[in-house]
């Protein structure tokens, strides 16, 4: 045994020790944990919430920075949700007491004080926990080498919730430069399960990922589904988002329980059930409260205290009570609508019973009739632990002008070395001379077509070479506007005392008017007047009005939910083979949707048309989630297009598509395979206009990440209307004049890749050309039909010529 | 397209403009050049097509129908003196012979000098031939015609398949005929017309009659 190994043993069993006096056991992963990184080691621990995941990598950090005599901080904490800050502190000054070691423990983020920030300035702590964020904050001031010679260790606590982020980026890039600069730099991460373990070690670790341990915990927890199914299930409408029917047996779960949480798919549909809970039993009054992201911050804060203290019988809320909020668990969950993703919904159940062994108990509770599939195809998927990948971003442009600005601001970089730091990672290992070239180019003079205009001249060159900038108003403006989480703009609604409620989206506010009344954080308030950037308001007791909606509400069915649902079909149209109780409970609907049409077996792709007053309905069921939808349903309508000029009114969900023309067409001879053909998918995207309109929205984040636009400063943030004006201003620009501009190309790319899910899209595609296609005249409706005629949101194609097809409209004219 | 209107005719022109052969004048509405410059107060100056679109679409007009005089309703300059007036002042002025005349809008700012340097007339409003050349519009005018801007009128049209479509247009009153923008850059105010209106629909080659009968 030498030195090191002997050593490594005698701080093991001090920790040991501790354990034992504190009554704890270790896990098996905990003890792996601490072996590895005594030994030097990198890598990730893949352990759940609530595992003792924390201790796994905190406690060999804290004794190894004990050993050091260097001064300066020794490890950061990475944690990318502040709320999780304070519960890491107490675990480590818990540890420091119980270990008897001599360290301090401070916390930086944006809730961090000027003062107590000059204070860990002069007197840096030895573990310090913050967020990406406020680590670039540190890099963007100077003093690198003072301010992070003595460290040792960065751990990124979460990491599966920054991997498939802009966050995750600037993550990256923050190890790349600290490793390239710190010998002997540890780096660690903390993950719950994903579908891609492997990918997430490799992003954190970048080229050294071969020499890092992916350490499991392997610790599964039994989750049992229970679908709600109304005993009369022809009471189930065959169409709807809300739910809102279901409310009694809602109600009745709420009653039998001591606590529950009823997670909904959006904040829109959180206020509607949290109105028609009280509605229904105004006893709730008092032990219901709301949760979602739109509502003000001590609003919010006072929610999850309640449910810590368990003072609060039940909580109506969004994702934003999926992780960060640390409180007792509940005794019964209840998800509303379909979750669409395996992961997240596991994630939820796991908020009930949580002492070791327990087994976790989710209520799904379907907003229509087909929907009850879903609740079968989530228990197949948890009982296989099919979970869905994170797919980590690259070649993000908008992040690293961004960083290399960062860096510029603080103590100015030399080309060469950020360079060689930054190829090592993941985001950026494609990334070529010329394209960096660009990249230091766009920070000194804007590039290419912007070189007119001072604004973009934010870094330049000394004479030895070193990227700088000297200007203290633009230092200025970009610590401000640093950050890749560009947040929807929005109107605070206060009360005319001055208390802030929480915020609504623009577009909400400009549809009501002064007096009106609207539903919000559980309230009927009056519309007072609008200020600048604040909507004043009144209580009031009348109970009509709107309720608002706020923009990127849903997600789509992820493909690992794709396949359970269409296994589940299939034992649906092979009769005999379902044992499933909603299956069996569909059986109704199933039979109706036979008699009209048919279910798809697992190598048929169903097609159902009809006529009736409107026109001609095409509807098309891929099961592959409304993204891929969207792009299939513009290839298609192009490439009918191509036989004859034609308009469609296009129509998606989860479950298929649909194009609606007042044309008539032959379908029978025009669907075949050769229309879902995956060649030049990619082309046919491009051209059909979704394309352009969503790379248009996506630009507006690159463009302000990347300091083109200038959101404003905190508190006084700028109108909406002016930050998309100046977005779309430079997107005209780069596509008229400068088409590879590289934050343009990846404003392109990241629709196809993220928006439009091009790979899945080619997939399937490819999966359809071994199907048989099935083609059936419903002459009405049937159930799988009806939730997809009823989608309000729709997208346009024609090919027809104004006249032709104003020759067939007629003028809306007044009634009366 | 030539319709009968208020005891005169009038030659509907696809491009959004409006020509009155009696007095060999062409009539249009809101311009608003000068708007897309407005950008340069946020520091950004850029070329816009647009603007060039505009201009180009104005020349054109002015050789087709070589009037003896143009009225403009109102809105012809959104903005204070910039390079773009330069460029529109060029092109009013290699057309001299003809009177250009402006009926004052709201949004225009300029000074008379500026006007008068590029040969245009500026008047509040124009009353001949039982007709009233106005900005705005004038409900009840004592028997004129009134003819105006101002609104940028514009019309639904609906068919089957849940199609719809907006369209600019001219909305003609028993007593008011409303032109649209003769801009391609502002947005236009959607209007849900009476039965008795006739509505027009520049297409630019042509002109469409969508009346609902």
Known sequence: MNDNTKHTSQEIQALSDWFQSMQWKAFPFQVQGWQAYHKGDNGIVNAPTGSGKTYSLLLPALQQANASTKKGVKVIWITPIRALAKEIKLSAERAIQGLSLGLSVDIRNGDTSTSARQKQDKLPPDLLITTPESLHLLLARKGFDKRFKGLQAVIVDEWHELLGSKRGVQMELALALLNHRIKGLRIWGISATIGNMETALSVLLGDDANRGQLIRADIHKSIEVKTVIPSDIASLPLAGHLGIHQVEAVATIIHQSQSTLVFTNTRNQCEMWYQKLIDYDPNLIGLIAMHHGSLDKELRSWVEGGLYEGKLKVVVCTSSLDLGVDFRPVESIVQIGGPKGVSRFMQRAGRSGHSPGATSKIYFVPTHAIEMIEGSALRQAIAEHSLESRLPFIQSFDVLVQFLVTLAVGDGFFSKEVYQAIVKTHCYAQIDEEEWRWCLRFICDGGGSLQEYPDFRKVEVDNEGRYVVRSRRIAMRHRLSMGTIVSNPVLWVKFKGGRSIGTVEEYFISGIKEGDVFWFAGRSLQLVRVHDNTVFVKNTKRKTGKTPAWAGGRMPLSSQMSKMLLRKLHEAANQDLFTDEELIQMKPIFDYQRKYSMIPKKNELLIEYFEDREGLHILCYPFEGRNVHEGMAGIIAHRIAQIRPITFSIGMNDYGFELLTDQSLDVESIFSQELFAPEEVHEALNTTMNASQMTRRQFRDIAAIAGLVFTGFPGKPKKDRHIQATSQLFYNVFESYEPNNLLFRQALHEVMERKLEEGRLRDTLERIQSMDICMVNTHKPSPFALPLLAERIREKFSTESIEDRIRRMELEILKG | ?213
């Open chain 2, 1 to 213: 397209m030539t319709i009968t209107w208020h005891n005169h005719n009038w030659t509907l022109d696809g491009e959004r403009a409006l020509y009155w052969p009696l007095r060999d004048t062409l009539i249009l509405g809101d311009l608003h050049f000068g708007r897309s410059t407005h950008f340069q107060r946020a520091g950004i100056a850029l070329t816009d097509e647009t603007h060039k679109k505009d201009l180009l679409r104005l020349k054109r007009l002015l050789e087709k129908y070589r009037p003896s005089t143009v009225y403009f309703l109102g809105d012809l300059f959104h903005s204070e003196y910039n390079a773009a007036w330069q460029s529109f002042s060029n092109l009013i002025l290699s057309f001299s012979p003809i009177d250009f005349v402006l009926i004052q809008g709201n949004h225009d700012i300029l000074y008379r000098t500026d006007y008068a340097k590029a040969g245009i007339e500026v008047l509040p409003f124009i009353q001949e031939e039982g007709l009233l050349f106005n900005h705005e519009p004038i409900e009840d005018a004592n028997g004129l015609g009134v003819l105006c801007g101002h609104i940028h009128p514009g019309i639904i049209m609906r068919g089957k398949a849940k199609q719809r479509l907006k369209f600019p247009c001219f909305y003609v009153q028993e007593d008011q005929m409303i032109l649209p923008a003769f801009t391609l850059l502002a947005g236009m105010k959607v209007l849900r017309p009476k039965r008795s209106v006739r509505v027009y629909l520049p297409m630019g080659e042509n002109v469409q009659e969508v009346t609902k009968n």
